[in-house]
Antibody, heavy 126, light 107 residues
Framework: QVQLVQSGAEVRKPGASVKISCKTSGHTFTNYGIGWVRQAPGQGLEWIGWISDYNDNRQYAPRVQGRVTMTTDPSTNTVYLELRRLTADDTAVYYC???????????????????WGQGTTVTVSS | EIMMTQSPATLSVSPGERVTLSCRASQRFSNNLAWYQQKGGQPPRLLIYGATTRATGIPTRFSGSESGTDFTLTITSLQSEDFAVYYCQQYNNWPWTFGQGTKVEIK
């Protein structure tokens, strides 16, 4: 079965960058993508982006656009999230989550985020 | 961006009761909506996708429905393990967006 294992907690100063990893395993086929969701302390879920090599698609939330880059390393089945110019508002638990995809005629179909990583805590503090 | 509004923010219920959680979208879209359950300190768990389809292993007491821009998660006969926060999420348009959540607490 699909599993996602994330890298450990990070502490950064304001203005710095952080790069989080999400190692995937158990995929039988390549028709999937990885979404990134964060949750600030005591707050709800915030979708911040999506990456899929299946259809070469990357999408970023407007709130982090310009500061975020999502990449993949197919050789290690690892997905990365890099966030730059960090502020205290970026303090959160960051989750990666899997969604499988089916190709239709000119469209792709998704099925929710069905497998989640354990979360990576990022703390931004001076 | 599609805004998702959940109501109520908090629901106090007794075990065994029937619970209905609401999620309203700012614009109409097809059934690309999911419901998640989250318990303290844990990642969310997918309950429903496609607005009405239960994810693998989800008990039949959880069901989803849709009517126009309104989506509903119903839990029949609430169990002790169901006390949690529930989120809806649309994945029809980029950026995907979540509702702010509904906390189901013990009355």
């Amino acid at each position: 079965q699909v599993q996602l294992v994330q890298s450990g907690a990070e502490v950064r100063k304001p203005g710095a960058s952080v790069k989080i990893s999400c190692k995937t395993s158990g995929h039988t086929f390549t028709n999937y993508g990885i979404g990134w969701v964060r949750q600030a302390p005591g707050q709800g879920l915030e979708w911040i982006g999506w990456i899929s090599d299946y259809n070469d698609n990357r999408q970023y939330a407007p709130r982090v656009q310009g500061r975020v880059t999502m990449t993949t390393d197919p050789s290690t089945n690892t997905v990365y999230l890099e966030l730059r110019r960090l502020t205290a508002d970026d303090t959160a638990v960051y989750y990666c989550a899997n969604s499988h995809m089916v190709a239709g005629t000119g469209v792709f179909y998704y099925y929710g985020l069905d497998v989640w990583g354990q979360g990576t805590t990022v703390t931004v503090s001076s | 961006e599609i805004m998702m509004t959940q109501s109520p923010a908090t629901l106090s219920v007794s075990p065994g009761e029937r619970v209905t959680l609401s999620c309203r979208a700012s614009q109409r879209f097809s059934n690309n909506l999911a419901w998640y359950q989250q318990k303290g300190g844990q990642p969310p768990r997918l309950l429903i996708y496609g607005a009405t389809t239960r994810a693998t292993g989800i008990p039949t007491r959880f069901s989803g429905s849709e009517s126009g821009t309104d989506f509903t998660l119903t839990i029949t006969s609430l169990q002790s393990e169901d006390f949690a926060v529930y989120y809806c999420q649309q994945y029809n348009n980029w950026p995907w967006t979540f509702g702010q959540g509904t906390k189901v607490e013990i009355k």
